[in-house]
């Protein structure tokens, strides 16, 4: 398209507007399925389309033009919007799609029969890009959640005063350790506890790995003057670490986390009488 023949679009586009808008709305209203009221259809086309006639009148040719910069916020908005309120790719790419059908009823309009392929193409450009933004905003959303969901997979708490622990269930990868690491450090300064309790008890295998991920949390722990105990070495776990031949060095283990917490009290100064009590 050229920059006149941009311009005859958008003066075509406005004195057609509201007979190319009704067609787009019923098409997008059919798609959806009720999911969006047509008011908030009516509002959120009322921005795209505006923004698509302006950029026409700006001299926009292609979707990556200056002219269009509003018009990628406005996709990129409604995208993210609805990606968070759980719709489907196809519902937010088609609710732009659907413009074509409004702008079928152009080509009787003479003045802008050859250049209807060209602002098709276009549309087509607009559909794809609000894909693409909700597909970005929608794995940003996933990854988000992931981190909410490893944040709350990964307590530190305070069980007595100057011990906390961190009882860990599933699998300990290095993000997690990171976040274990980060927890615990923080924790501790904030309680200044002198004790820290690995609890391993949820954890279903140790293999060389897991160790490394316990030693580095260890290692930050004591780095911050805190003592560390790993609890939680079941029989079958104790043996997959002597096969493996992993060894644990000079760190304290437990059976339990009850004989971590025994421990690490007396070691305090308390005696087994005034901690069972």
Not at 33 to 47: A, K, M, P, V, Y
Not at 154 to 165: E, F, H
Not at 174 to 191: D, G, I, P
Not at 243 to 272: K, M, N, P, V, Y
Request: with cysteine; hydrophobic share 45%.
């Amino acid at each position: 398209m050229s920059d006149a023949s941009t311009g005859a679009l958008s003066q075509v586009l406005t004195r057609h507007a509201d007979e190319v808008r009704t067609a787009w709305l019923d098409a997008a209203a059919a798609e959806l399925h009720g999911r969006s009221s047509r008011g908030e259809l009516d509002r959120e086309q009322t921005e795209i389309f505006e923004a698509l006639v302006g950029g026409l009148a700006d001299g926009g040719t292609t979707l990556r033009d200056a002219a269009f910069d509003q018009l990628r916020g406005i996709l990129a908005d409604v995208s993210a919007a609805r990606a968070r309120l759980g719709y489907t790719p196809r519902e937010t790419a088609m609710a732009v799609f659907a413009l074509k059908e409004g702008l079928y009823a152009l080509v009787s309009d003479a003045s802008v029969r050859t250049d209807i392929t060209s602002l098709l193409r276009l549309v087509d450009d607009l559909g794809l890009y609000t894909f693409e933004a909700f597909a970005e905003a929608r794995e940003a959303i996933i990854t988000e959640q992931s981190e909410q969901l490893l944040e709350l997979s990964t307590p530190v708490v305070k069980i007595w005063d100057g011990v906390v622990a961190v009882p860990l269930v599933g699998t300990l990868d290095s993000a997690r350790t990171q976040v274990v690491m980060e927890k615990l450090l923080n924790t501790l300064v904030e309680t200044g506890s002198e004790h820290a309790i690995i609890d391993i008890t949820g954890v279903p295998a140790v293999d060389t790995q897991v160790a490394q991920h316990l030693f580095k949390t260890v290692v930050a722990a004591r780095l911050m003057g805190a003592q560390c105990t790993i609890s939680g070495i079941r029989p079958q776990i104790a043996q997959t670490i002597v096969s493996l031949g992993i060894e644990f060095g000079d760190i304290r283990t437990r059976a339990s986390l009850a004989d971590a917490l025994l421990d690490a009290l007396e070691s305090g100064g308390r005696s087994a009488a005034e901690v069972t009590g």
